[in-house]
């Protein structure tokens, strides 16, 4: 990370552990009051913009939540239903393979 993108995000941190909105302006100040050099405006609308109605405490709280992706099934749970997903899976291959065996019974062979 460039010190132009720790500098916004500390100033976006700043930022939101008073409760203030998160705008390209204020992230702006508060890096000019730290002195901080080249810091070009575009990292504080870049990040203005990504934090625009989100809550940045919230988002820290929940980092390892992992919200996008389905939780592994446990140890009793996989013995008890983790069979399943995998018949179904077995059940759906030989339907694909019902359906290949049927074209050939028609006399649609590939080499016909």
């Given amino acids: 990370m460039s010190n132009a993108e720790l500098a916004t995000s500390y100033a976006a941190l700043i930022l939101a552990d008073d409760g203030v909105d998160i705008t390209a302006d204020k992230l702006q100040t508060l890096i000019k009051a730290a002195n901080v050099a080249d810091v070009e405006p575009i990292w504080t609308s870049l990040f203005a913009k990504a934090l625009e109605g989100k809550d940045v405490k919230d988002l ?3 980092v390892g939540s992992g919200g996008g992706a389905a939780a592994a099934p446990s140890a009793g749970a996989a013995a008890a239903g983790g069979a399943a997903p995998a018949e179904e899976e077995a059940k ?9 065996e049927s074209d050939e019974d028609m006399g649609f062979g590939l080499f016909d």
Avoid at 92 to 100: D, G, L, Q
């Fill in 60 to 62: 820290l709280l929940n």
């Fill in 92 to 100: 759906e291959e030989k339907k694909e393979e019902a359906k290949e």
